[in-house]
């Protein structure tokens, strides 16, 4: 099928942000690889699980507090409705009011009883280490946001990679220091939180020679728009580590460390698809309708092909690939990272389908789907399938409340587009033919 000449600049757009971002991820990739190898051989199963607890806690707690704000954001800026100069100076004054109510609410949540089954005071201790650092991931998720929208894609990518490298060297020297394995694994991430997003943050203000306003309708217009889209936001982050939870408080810190190694390993094969959906949202937001029915499911399918293509050689690596990078402690991973690998092929397409959503002014669906997939994975992980099953039992519901998010949201895209199953997730043979080219050369 031809497309149109706007579907084609669009899809050379995003290729020419996407090959810069796929040679990223490809360092990336081994970078993250590098990182998960070095942090799991020196923390061991449980160390590894409470290090999991430590940082996914203000994850949570920045996805609930940003109130949708950075969304808000990036909407504005793609539609050039607001001076940069007020949406970043807005950033930092919402940033350092929120950022500190969110250092409360973490400290609530750490010295919760029971948020560990059998490390409740390990945890209680090294909380201050996750929280005074809970304000610089506010502030790094906008610095994301307001890169992509302004598509400094180049520049977020190399921060990305700095964020990968970091860690690693930092871990090192920090245990030289203290000879902590873990207090150093906390110090190594931490710091790498503060370098990126002052990093991010100073990249955009410099666009706008660091002078910054203030503006009541921005703080109205973007919170209209991102609060309405703000429970997908939470809710997505949430349904992807409410499981660590459940873990950590009925199976203990061990368990929790071998199901961190099979999500990271999960997570890792997502760079690809992130490789594109980087640059997707500001590029789909200025497309019109006709164009993007076009231009949506031709970078869908090519992304289920390749991801199915990937997650078959992990299944069937997948003990060995664990048994190298990690050692014989952590084989017990390898079937929950069976059980996660079907969700991931949904994840590769979610974020495409979420931002057309956003694209056609349905911020308020998106937080619908994502809620109903939320509530039916706490559901299964609380009552059925963690207590019988474990973490593989964590990882089957994971990859039903994927699927189930992004089925809902794909027949609401068809009905919207007038497009079939086929048009979306079965790559034509004319692509494939061109694949198949590509790879030749």
Not at 344 to 350: R, T
């Amino acid at each position: 099928m031809d497309v149109n000449s706007k579907t084609k600049d669009a899809l050379k757009s995003l290729a020419g942000f996407s090959l810069f971002t796929f040679a990223t991820t490809i360092i990336r990739f081994g970078l993250r690889i590098a990182k998960n190898v070095v942090f799991t051989r020196v923390l061991g199963p449980a160390e590894r699980g409470v290090f999991g607890l430590l940082t996914t806690i203000p994850d949570l707690i920045v996805s609930f507090g940003n109130l949708g704000f950075g969304l808000g954001s990036v909407y504005l800026v793609a539609n050039k409705q607001y001076d940069m100069r007020k949406i970043v100076g807005n950033i930092l004054v919402f940033t350092l009011g929120a950022g500190f109510l969110m250092v409360g609410i973490g400290y609530v949540l750490f010295h919760f009883e029971g948020i560990l089954k059998d490390n409740n005071d390990m945890v209680r201790g090294l909380a201050p280490f996750a929280l005074v650092i809970i304000p610089f991931v506010l502030l790094q998720r906008f610095g994301e946001d307001l890169l992509t929208s302004i598509k400094k894609i180049h520049f977020l990518n190399r921060l990305n990679t700095l964020f990968s490298f970091l860690p690693i060297a930092l871990i090192v020297v920090f245990w030289l220091l203290t000879c902590k394995t873990l207090i150093s694994a906390l110090l190594a991430w931490a710091v790498s939180v503060l370098v990126v997003s002052v990093a991010a943050f100073i990249s955009v203000s410099s666009e706008q020679g660091f002078r910054f306003g203030v503006s009541g309708a921005y703080f109205k217009e973007a919170l209209f728009y991102g609060g309405r889209g703000f429970f997908s936001i939470f809710a997505g982050v949430l349904v992807k580590r409410i499981d660590y939870v459940f873990v950590s408080s009925m199976l203990g810190a061990e368990s929790l460390g071998l199901y961190t190694v099979s999500v990271s390993l999960a997570e890792i094969i997502l760079s690809i698809p992130q490789a594109l959906n980087l640059p997707f949202l500001p590029i789909r937001l200025g497309l019109a309708k006709e164009d993007a029915s076009e231009f949506t499911p031709i970078v869908i399918r090519h992304v289920v092909f390749v991801m199915l293509v990937v997650c078959v050689c992990v299944a069937v690596g997948g003990k060995l690939i664990i048994f190298v990078m990690f050692g014989k402690r952590f084989l017990n991973a390898y079937h929950s990272l069976l059980w996660l690998l079907p969700g991931m092929i949904a994840l590769s397409i979610h974020g495409f389908l979420k931002s057309d959503m956003y694209s056609h002014n349905l911020p308020g669906f998106v937080s619908w789907t994502e809620l109903t997939s939320l509530v039916v994975n706490v559901g299964l992980n609380y009552f059925y399938v963690i207590p019988m099953y474990g973490i593989e039992g964590a990882a089957f519901s994971s990859s039903v409340a994927y699927w189930l998010s992004t089925m809902i949201m794909l027949v609401k895209y068809m009905s919207l587009s007038n497009i079939s199953f086929k048009d979306v997730l079965v790559i034509r043979r004319s692509e494939l033919k061109n694949i198949v080219k590509l790879i030749k050369r």
